[in-house]
């Protein structure tokens, strides 16, 4: 099995921020992981797809860059409307821990 | 546009069984892996189970291995998960995903 390690579990941050999430694979994965948003009582939002490609409908304040066994979600310009958990997902498997990203 | 509906959740009691199902529409159902993942209360994201395009391969999280059983009828663009031997800790709201595209999930709660 694959492992993905989340960081940090928690992420204070205000509002104009950049705010970067990585997510470490226990093996080479290439390109695919997905990175989701998910906000109480609601179900998971997809925002990138293959570790880079913005899902349509996304704001271009959100970004996904890294490959292999290393990869980054960054919010330019945080906005109210960001502040949720976020996740990384080995693509059909395995998830990373979360990242709860909260008002400072 | 994708969209997958689950249903069957519901209340159960430990040792219990349940059938999940979801209805796929918007894409061609027999040429892509499906997925179920789950989320109990105040947890994260839980991968469960997921299968091949045409039946042939499957795969569980240890948590649920020799208890739970995805399947797929292709003609009917569905998905199954059949859940044995119920435990406390497998309540959560279940999704049915197909790559990064889920449902809107649907609750199972195993309680005495």
């Known amino acids: 099995d694959i492992y993905m390690t989340q960081s940090p579990s928690t992420l204070s941050a205000s509002v104009g921020d950049r705010v970067t999430i990585a997510c470490r694979a226990s093996?080479?994965?290439?390109?695919?992981v997905a990175w989701y948003q998910q906000k109480p009582g609601k179900a998971p939002k997809a925002l990138i797809y293959?570790?880079?490609g913005l899902v349509s409908g996304v704001p271009s304040r959100f970004s996904g860059s890294g490959s292999g066994t290393e990869f980054t979600l960054t919010i330019n310009n945080l906005q109210p409307d960001d502040f949720a958990t976020y996740y990384c997902q080995e693509y059909s498997r395995n998830f990373g821990q979360g990242t709860r990203v909260e008002v400072k | 546009e994708v969209q997958l509906v689950e249903s069957g959740g519901d209340v159960v009691q430990p040792g219990g069984s349940m059938r999940l199902s979801c209805a796929a529409s918007?894409?061609?159902?027999?040429?892509?892996?499906m997925s179920w993942v789950r989320q109990a209360p105040g947890k994260g994201l839980e991968w469960v189970a997921n299968i091949k395009e045409d039946g042939s391969e499957k795969y569980y999280d240890d948590s649920v291995q020799g208890r739970f059983t995805i399947s797929r009828d292709n003609a009917k663009n569905s998905l199954f998960l059949q859940m044995n031997s119920l435990r406390h800790e497998d309540t959560a709201v279940y999704y049915c995903?197909?790559?990064?595209?889920w449902g809107q999930g649907t609750q199972v709660t195993v309680s005495s």
């Open positions: 093996r080479n994965i290439t390109h695919w």
């Open positions: 995903a197909r790559d990064i595209s």
């Open positions: 918007g894409f061609t159902f027999r040429n892509y892996w």
């Open positions: 293959e570790a880079s």
